[in-house]
T-cell receptor
Framework: GQNIDQPTEMTATEGAIVQINCTYQTSGFNGLFWYQQHAGEAPTFLSY????GLEEKGRFSSFLSRSKGYSYLLLKELQMKDSASYLCARTRQAGTALIFGKGTTLSVSS | GAVVSQHPSWVICKSGTSVKIECRSLDFQATTMFWYRQFPKQSLMLMATSNEGSKATYEQGVEKDKFLINHASLTLSTLTVTSAHPEDSSFYIC??????????????FGPGTRLTVL
């Protein structure tokens, strides 16, 4: 992805908490997205942050710091079905296409 | 709400033939749709931005004469891969932006089309 960095792989166990970090280039920033993608399927929307702070949505939370060009996705009470690729994405400007990071493959084991 | 469909889900074709992929927004209008391509174990790469009633905007390195995009209505965009070759084999995914949605940045993805060129 264009100047969007996230770890390639992470592993965790069921019931645990995992934090997936994402850093991005701050110029022209308009909003930060997180998507979940299972193998062979299209991405599904998880969260959208445009202001600083933490947004909680059930087991998933997303944090944004615009000044630091930093976001993280927090997954609580991990389940086996959470094993997937998690994609950090941003828009180049309002209403334009998403630019994706390379994704973080999360493996959850029992 | 906010459902996007793609057809076909998968297609196998011979080298040199053309393949058309449809992307439809089922319950909202989308003046803008986006086409992405994803190779195995890689992230989604934007190919082009499709605007209803006007020409598509292609990303650098994407051949506009090979990947023909038509966005004739507010709910339908098509991508035609012309003279397909094995290196065009990939997962093609469209997304649509809800023109009237609360967040104009949120995009909804279709289920993707797996293209295999023999």
């Amino acid at each position: 992805g264009q100047n969007i960095d996230q770890p390639t792989e992470m592993t965790a166990t069921e019931g645990a908490i995992v934090q997936i970090n994402c850093t991005y280039q701050t110029s022209g920033f308009n909003g930060l997205f997180w998507y979940q993608q299972h193998a062979g399927e299209a991405p599904t929307f998880l969260s959208y942050n445009v202001l600083d702070g933490l947004e909680e949505k059930g087991r998933f939370s997303s944090f944004l710091s615009r000044s630091k060009g930093y976001s993280y996705l927090l997954l609580k009470e991990l389940q086996m079905k959470d094993s997937a690729s998690y994609l950090c994405a941003r828009t180049r400007q309002a209403g334009t296409a998403l630019i994706f990071g390379k994704g973080t493959t999360l493996s959850v084991s029992s | 709400g906010a459902v996007v469909s793609q057809h076909p889900s998968w297609v196998i074709c011979k080298s040199g033939t053309s393949v058309k992929i449809e992307c439809r927004s089922l319950d909202f209008q989308a003046t803008t749709m986006f086409w992405y391509r994803q190779f195995p174990k890689q992230s989604l790469m934007l190919m082009a931005t499709s605007n209803e009633g006007s020409k598509a905007t292609y990303e650098q390195g994407v051949e506009k004469d090979k990947f023909l995009i038509n966005h004739a209505s507010l709910t339908l965009s098509t991508l035609t891969v012309t003279s397909a070759h094995p290196e065009d084999s990939s997962f093609y995914i469209c997304s649509a932006r809800d023109s009237a949605g609360a967040s104009t940045d949120t995009q909804y993805f279709g289920p993707g089309t797996r293209l295999t060129v023999l």
